[in-house]
């Protein structure tokens, strides 16, 4: 079943010395270690506006705009 989250965060959070997702964007991910570890792709995406929810397809995308 398809849910939408909404994520309020627009940066990353420090974890020891490594930075994990907020944003929900990151493509940073591997088998070895599953966690949502930050690519960056934030920084594409800090000018939205906060009043609106954007959704996005698996190339980042702007799909809608409610």
Same mark, same amino acid.
């Given at each position: 079943?398809? /849910?939408? *989250?909404? $994520? @309020?965060? #627009?940066?990353? $959070? %420090? *974890?020891?010395? #490594?930075?994990?997702? /907020?944003?929900? $964007?990151? #493509? %940073?991910? =591997?088998?070895?270690?599953?966690?949502? +570890?930050?690519?960056?792709?934030? #920084? @594409? +995406?800090?000018?939205?506006?906060?009043? %609106? *929810? +954007?959704?996005? =397809?698996? =190339? $980042?995308? *702007?799909?809608?705009?409610?």
């Amino acid at each position: 079943m398809a /849910r939408k *989250v909404i $994520l @309020k965060s #627009k940066t990353p $959070l %420090k *974890v020891g010395e #490594k930075w994990i997702c /907020r944003c929900g $964007l990151s #493509k %940073k991910w =591997n088998e070895e270690d599953p966690q949502p +570890f930050c690519d960056g792709s934030h #920084k @594409k +995406f800090s000018d939205e506006d906060e009043s %609106k *929810v +954007f959704t996005y =397809n698996e =190339n $980042l995308e *702007v799909i809608s705009v409610e």
